[in-house]
């Protein structure tokens, strides 16, 4: 799939399809066409008013209409789609625009797409973001996960080959720029779709390793780090080993550098249970048809760090992943036992389902120790059910105690149509945390606030003054039903967000 930023004109361009946009007018009934789809309007006789007198199209979000052109422009086909109205367009909305037309093509096979973004949507987030959206839109609507399925199903979901950007002289570069970036982010979400949705038995700890070092192979800033059990053991993380104790894979530890100059330090720290059983908390069947989902986290560093080389962000960026495997077996961890993790605190497990936060605890005390003078520490987690309970499946719960740390993760998340809500550390709740045996357990004495209480275990283990953002992903790392730009399945959640904010710094 390649990206064009192109100067040709709407009524010139040769393409299968010719996407233009209409909007929700001033009148709330009215449909206003944007000045390239006023053009194609005339240049076809009036056949996309005709649409909106009888009430065809509306210019809805989501919305989209085609028609044949028959020879009178080169473009073969148009689709109008529709915005809505002006004055509340998102990010988000842009992209799921164009998703709509990447999926469009798909059905109607086009291979080579062009779009002509309204002047409206390039003022309103500027002509670099404005691509940025176009690539991630087409990428991510179009994304499928066929490989394991037969060869009648892959066919019929034909993607297209070329697409082409139409601009104004004055704002092809940006437009090129925005286009690059957005191919680069979109492909990286895309790489971490494919992870979480591949078979639990293929993404082992191992596996992970195994990607981490493709990854840095032949780059001069990038650097990997493979931590096996015996190492794991002598760095002292009794926390992971403890919850791999029931699996028959081996856990992996996994570092990854990138160096990118600049001042600043991030530490980036993922969970990688590679599969989410539960342990001898064991979960029920229903609950654990998704639970390949529980390295999402993890996956989502993976794609960062397939994206910075070429985003090429300054700053030097730390990527922790903690994986292994939650399994029952005699081998398993028992709820009652008690582990001195590596930063020296014991924690009494009760419940073994509880497993994120204590490999996510060891991941945090190593960045604590290992890591010099980190300027921020953020935790990306499929971590509780009640996160999903709390705010859906589509927002991602966000906690921290540094404002400035909020304000740029929100405003990385708005600038990239991820959507994240700011949830209380509230220390009121951390005496639901002791323990009559140990220094704390990894489960809250209350049925309620699941979401707050995980969060504040993963503080416990995170050195006093330091700027860390945890992310609960358990609801946006997995779509139970598609929309536009998250068919069903692995959604990539995080990646776009977390990268933009390394760019911002
Ligand atoms: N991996 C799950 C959280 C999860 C749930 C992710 C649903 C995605 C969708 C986590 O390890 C877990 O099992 N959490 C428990 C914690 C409880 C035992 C305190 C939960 O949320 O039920
Ligand atoms: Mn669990
Ligand atoms: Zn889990």
């Known amino acids: 799939m390649k990206f064009f930023a192109k100067t040709k004109d709407v009524a010139s361009i040769e393409a299968d399809l010719l996407a233009v946009f209409a909007f929700i007018g001033k009148g709330r009934e009215s449909v206003r066409l944007s000045d390239e ?16 007198s009888s009430e065809e199209f509306e210019a809805k979000r989501e919305e989209g209409i085609r028609f044949h052109t028959y020879g009178k422009i080169p473009a073969k086909t148009v689709l109008v789609v529709g915005l809505g109205t002006v004055a509340d367009l998102t990010v ?12 469009k093509s798909q059905s109607a096979a ?17 002509p670099d973001a404005c691509a940025e959206g176009v690539a991630e839109g087409m990428l991510l609507g179009t994304y499928t996960f066929h490989k394991h399925k037969g060869d009648a199903s892959k066919s019929n979901k034909r993607s297209f080959d070329e697409a082409y950007v139409l601009v104004s002289a004055a704002r092809i570069n940006a437009v090129a720029v925005g286009l690059k970036r957005g191919k680069t982010v979109g492909s990286a979400v895309c790489f971490v779709r494919d992870l979480v949705n591949e078979s639990p038995s293929t993404t082992t700890p191992s596996y992970l390793g195994l990607v981490a070092k493709e990854l840095v192979k032949g780059k001069a800033a990038m650097k990997c780090e493979e931590f096996a059990r015996s190492e794991i053991r002598k760095l002292g993380m009794e926390g992971l080993l403890g919850i791999a104790r029931g699996s ?5 530890f996994i570092r990854l550098d990138y160096n990118g100059g600049g001042q600043k330090t991030i530490v980036l720290v993922g969970k990688g249970i590679t599969f989410d059983a539960g342990g001898l908390s064991l979960k029920p069947s229903k609950s654990m048809e998704t639970m ?7 996956a989502s560093i993976l794609g960062i760090f397939q994206a910075l080389p070429v985003l090429r962000p300054k700053a ?9 495997e939650n399994m029952p077996s005699g081998r398993a961890i028992k709820p009652g036992d008690i582990v001195r993790m590596m930063s020296g605190k014991t924690v009494e497990i009760l419940n073994t389902d509880a497993e994120g936060r204590v490999v996510l605890a060891d991941a945090l005390s190593f960045a604590a120790k290992n890591i010099h003078k980190p300027d921020a520490i953020i935790d990306i987690a499929t971590l509780t059910g009640a996160c999903v309970a709390a705010l ?4 991602s719960g966000l906690f921290t105690d540094n404002e400035k740390l909020a304000q740029r993760l929100g405003d990385a998340a708005r600038a990239t149509g991820e959507k994240i809500w700011r949830l209380p550390l509230a220390r009121e709740y951390k005496e639901l945390l002791k323990s009559d045996v140990a220094d704390i357990k990894n489960i809250s004495g209350s049925r309620y606030g699941g979401a707050i209480s995980a969060a504040l275990f993963l503080q416990e283990f995170v050195p006093e003054g330091v ?3 945890h992310l609960d992903i358990a609801g946006p790392a997995y779509a139970e039903k598609a929309a536009p730009l998250t068919p069903k399945g692995a959604t990539g959640t995080g990646v776009r967000m977390i990268l933009k904010y390394l760019l911002s710094l």
């Open 110 to 126: 086009a291979k080579r797409i062009a779009i002509a973004p309204p002047h409206e949507v390039i003022e309103a987030f500027g």
């Open 248 to 252: 028959e894979e081996e856990p992996r």
């Open 292 to 298: 390949k989902l529980d390295m999402a986290g993890a």
């Open 92 to 103: 988000f909305d842009w992209q799921t625009a164009v998703a709509v037309i990447g999926k």
């Open 392 to 395: 859906g499946e589509e927002i």
């Open 316 to 324: 030097h960026v730390v990527g922790l992943i903690a994986a292994c």
């Open 467 to 469: 700027a860390w953002a």
């Open 37 to 52: 789809a006023q053009k194609i309007d005339g240049k076809l006789d009036g056949i996309i008013t005709d649409a909106i």
